[in-house]
């Protein structure tokens, strides 16, 4: 990692310009793009996700770290070996139906897409049918629920048991999270798997995939 730890200071102080001069003077200096990728930048999210969940950092940080890595990605984009981006497979994310609450899932997005993952996002209010339609129409290898509001965990477990009665879970894993969600909610509801933050549920969602993962 030595030889990314300026690109490690700045992600992880959202100094998206100096990283992205980083990133640009690591290329030309005949740095390979996928071990930016995957040591400079994947690595240091990690990091990231974990001083989020020490409180080290907080919520504007990770997104502006987030954003840096958005922005870093781009310029490595055309120099990958193979497409990475989407690499670590599909996620279909929102924020199950009647929760309007979208800070957590926006961000929980934005980990999944430096861990790697092609997301797609619908938005907030969404109902079980479509989760179950966007799984079943991209094929995809995690499925993840956001819920803010008590009122609205209900949601979380129509949408598992349609999921299921669908047989769409042998393959999407069904990740759920957000403020009042806890592992026993998910163990209760059937659900694949619970994290408490953004960097742990990019953790989870890769930890999922990991087995069916081939490389390019
Ligand atoms: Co509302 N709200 N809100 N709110 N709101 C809460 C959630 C509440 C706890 C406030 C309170 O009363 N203390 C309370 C819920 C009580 C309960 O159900 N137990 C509440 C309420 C009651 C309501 C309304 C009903 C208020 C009303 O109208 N009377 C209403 C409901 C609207 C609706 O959804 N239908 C409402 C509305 C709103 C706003 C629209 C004003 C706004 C949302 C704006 C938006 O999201 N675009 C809002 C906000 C901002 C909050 C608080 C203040 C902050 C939520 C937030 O963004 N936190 C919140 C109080 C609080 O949490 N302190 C509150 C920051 C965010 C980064 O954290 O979302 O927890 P969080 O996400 C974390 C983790 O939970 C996790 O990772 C994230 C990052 O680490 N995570 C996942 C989230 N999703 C995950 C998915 C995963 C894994 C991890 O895997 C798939």
Same mark, same amino acid.
């Given at each position: 990692?030595?030889?990314?730890?300026?690109?490690?200071?700045?992600?992880?102080?959202?100094?998206?310009?100096?990283?992205?001069?980083?990133?640009?003077?690591?290329?030309?200096?005949?740095?390979?793009?996928?071990?930016?990728?995957?040591?400079?930048?994947?690595?240091?999210?990690?990091?990231?996700?974990?001083?989020?969940?020490?409180?080290?950092?907080?919520?504007?940080?990770?997104?502006?770290?987030?954003?840096?890595? +958005?922005?870093?990605?781009?310029?490595? +984009?055309?120099?990958?070996?193979?497409?990475?981006?989407?690499?670590?497979?599909?996620?279909?994310?929102?924020?199950?139906?009647?929760?309007?609450?979208?800070?957590?899932?926006?961000?929980?997005?934005?980990?999944?897409?430096?861990?790697?993952?092609?997301?797609?996002?619908?938005?907030?209010?969404?109902?079980?049918?479509?989760?179950?339609?966007?799984?079943?129409?991209?094929?995809?290898?995690?499925?993840?629920?956001?819920?803010?509001?008590?009122?609205?965990?209900?949601?979380?477990?129509?949408?598992?048991?349609?999921?299921?009665?669908?047989?769409?879970?042998?393959?999407?894993?069904?990740?759920?999270?957000?403020?009042?969600?806890?592992?026993?909610?998910?163990?209760?509801?059937?659900?694949?798997?619970?994290?408490?933050?953004?960097?742990?549920?990019?953790?989870?969602?890769?930890?999922?995939?990991?087995?069916?993962?081939?490389?390019?």
């Amino acid at each position: 990692m030595s030889k990314f730890l300026n690109i490690q200071n700045h992600l992880i102080a959202g100094e998206i310009n100096e990283l992205i001069l980083d990133v640009k003077e690591a290329l030309s200096k005949g740095v390979n793009a996928d071990e930016i990728l995957n040591t400079g930048l994947i690595g240091t999210m990690d990091i990231v996700g974990e001083k989020m969940q020490s409180g080290e950092m907080f919520i504007p940080e990770v997104l502006m770290a987030a954003h840096g890595m +958005k922005a870093a990605v781009e310029i490595l +984009k055309p120099k990958l070996s193979c497409d990475k981006i989407g690499s670590a497979g599909k996620l279909v994310i929102g924020t199950v139906k009647g929760d309007l609450h979208d800070i957590g899932k926006n961000l929980v997005m934005l980990m999944m897409e430096s861990a790697g993952f092609q997301v797609i996002d619908l938005g907030v209010d969404v109902p079980a049918e479509t989760f179950l339609k966007a799984v079943e129409e991209n094929d995809a290898d995690i499925l993840a629920l956001s819920a803010l509001l008590t009122t609205t965990m209900p949601m979380m477990q129509k949408t598992v048991e349609l999921v299921k009665e669908k047989g769409l879970n042998k393959k999407a894993k069904i990740i759920v999270g957000g403020a009042p969600v806890s592992q026993g909610f998910a163990d209760k509801i059937g659900a694949d798997g619970f994290a408490p933050d953004a960097g742990a549920a990019s953790k989870l969602a890769r930890s999922l995939v990991a087995a069916e993962q081939t490389g390019c």
